[in-house]
């Protein structure tokens, strides 16, 4: 066994190979929540395996939206509500 999965800092998974044996398999235990730093609720969207935020393709790890996996959905439709409404106010042509 490699020096690196000796530890328990990974989890263990039994995992049934196609010949038909089993295999174990290593696993970060690390989970990542992301939140909404304006309500503080989790942002929808954004996956919980720690493998997929560090190891996996852009479009999987964010909602593609304006402030995408930074702000959830709620307060950005407030956020610009706000911005467009103060914006027409001072317009200038
Ligand atoms: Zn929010």
New binding site residues.
């Given amino acids: 066994m490699r020096p690196g999965l000796r530890s328990r800092s990974k989890r263990r998974i039994r995992k049934r190979v196609p010949g038909g044996g089993s295999r174990i398999h290593y696993v970060m235990r690390r989970r990542y929540r992301a939140t909404?730093p304006?309500?503080g609720?989790s942002i929808g969207g954004v996956p919980r395996d720690y493998n997929i935020i560090r190891w996996g393709p852009k479009t999987a790890k964010r909602p593609e939206r304006y402030f995408g996996g930074v702000?959830?959905s709620?307060?950005l439709a407030t956020v610009l509500k706000l911005s467009v409404r103060s914006a027409s106010t001072n317009l200038r042509v």
């Fill in positions: 909404c304006i309500c609720r702000i959830c709620n307060c």
